[in-house]
């Protein structure tokens, strides 16, 4: 029988990213997005709007969707620009402080192009999720890549998966996945060396370096697409300003996941939802619970 993991309690360090007086954007990060292929590309602007709200410094979004890779009136903040084969010398360019890839990002030749350049990109937080993880689960090659990236640099990769991403991952079934979460985890550390969140009521997160945890926030309410886009953004934004506030993936990722789970329960008790509770309602409550926290 597996032991119950401790109780995630990461919202104490939500006061290192207090801001001193003389802080620039560059203090924040400069954070990178990966997706949005056509027909998905409201997936990448939640975790873009996230990103943003959650206060990274700079919130870029290589969108693959052509049609879409436009300013974006209703949110001229977020850096948008079109994703090209050619995106690891954009990289290279921007140097970002962080990097997220996978809210809609489709499987195509361009989608997997991208996903070796995230993965070749060196030593900074790197989040993986959605279709990333699927064209993850289909490549020997991809997961070696994943496999040397987390052996080179210990500690810089979370992945995000749900249980039917999990599934893929572990050559298994949703159902397995599901009957032993504690299991299930463990073996998807050990197979991509990562810090993994497995998602779903009551979250898991783990990671070679740590033992197993569980946030016990969270509502049935958060079961609508887009919630997971939105914490890509928050894990991404917390990570990207915890460079130069001394918050390190692992802490930063924790508190994304509770962070987003409490603003989901803090807007039901306000009467708003569990039916009908948003990813972007729930984007905005989290940006005041963290100020509230600072």
């Known amino acids: 029988m597996n032991p119950i993991p401790a109780t995630l309690d990461t919202l104490k360090l939500i006061k290192f990213l207090k801001r001193e007086p ?6 924040a990060g400069k954070v990178v997005l990966i997706g949005g292929a056509p027909g998905m590309a409201g997936a990448l602007i939640l975790a873009g709007n996230a990103c943003l709200h959650l206060g990274a410094g700079w919130t870029i979004l290589e969108m693959l969707d052509p049609a879409s890779a436009r300013a974006d009136a209703s949110q001229p903040e977020l850096m948008i620009r079109l994703a090209r084969l050619d995106i690891q010398q954009s990289l290279t360019t921007t140097k970002p402080d962080v990097i997220a890839i996978g809210p809609g990002l489709g499987k195509s030749e361009l989608a997997s192009c991208c996903l070796h350049a995230a993965l070749a990109y060196p030593s900074i937080p790197l989040v993986i999720d959605a279709d990333a993880l699927n064209l993850i689960s289909k490549s020997p090659e991809l997961l070696k890549q994943l496999q040397t990236r987390n052996q080179q640099f210990p500690g810089s990769t979370v992945l995000t998966p749900h ?3 999990a599934a893929k991952l572990l050559q298994s079934t949703t159902e397995k996945v599901q009957s032993d979460r504690m299991k299930s985890i463990q073996q998807l550390v050990e197979l991509t060396q990562s810090i ?6 009551h979250t898991l997160i783990a990671s070679p370096a740590h033992p197993t945890v569980q946030c016990l926030e969270g509502n049935p309410g958060m079961g609508t697409g887009g919630m997971g886009d939105v914490l890509t953004g928050s894990i991404a934004a917390i990570a990207g300003q ?3 506030h001394q918050i390190n993936l692992w802490q930063a990722t924790g508190i994304a996941v509770e962070l987003h789970a409490s603003a989901a329960d803090s807007l039901v008790t306000k009467g708003v939802g569990p039916i009908g509770l948003t990813p972007s309602e729930t984007i905005l409550e989290m940006r005041s619970l963290l100020n509230k926290l600072l």
């Open 22 to 27: 003389a802080e620039h954007k560059g203090n």
């Open 163 to 165: 249980p039917g991403e």
């Open 196 to 201: 993994v969140v497995l998602k779903r009521q």
């Open 242 to 244: 915890g460079v130069r």
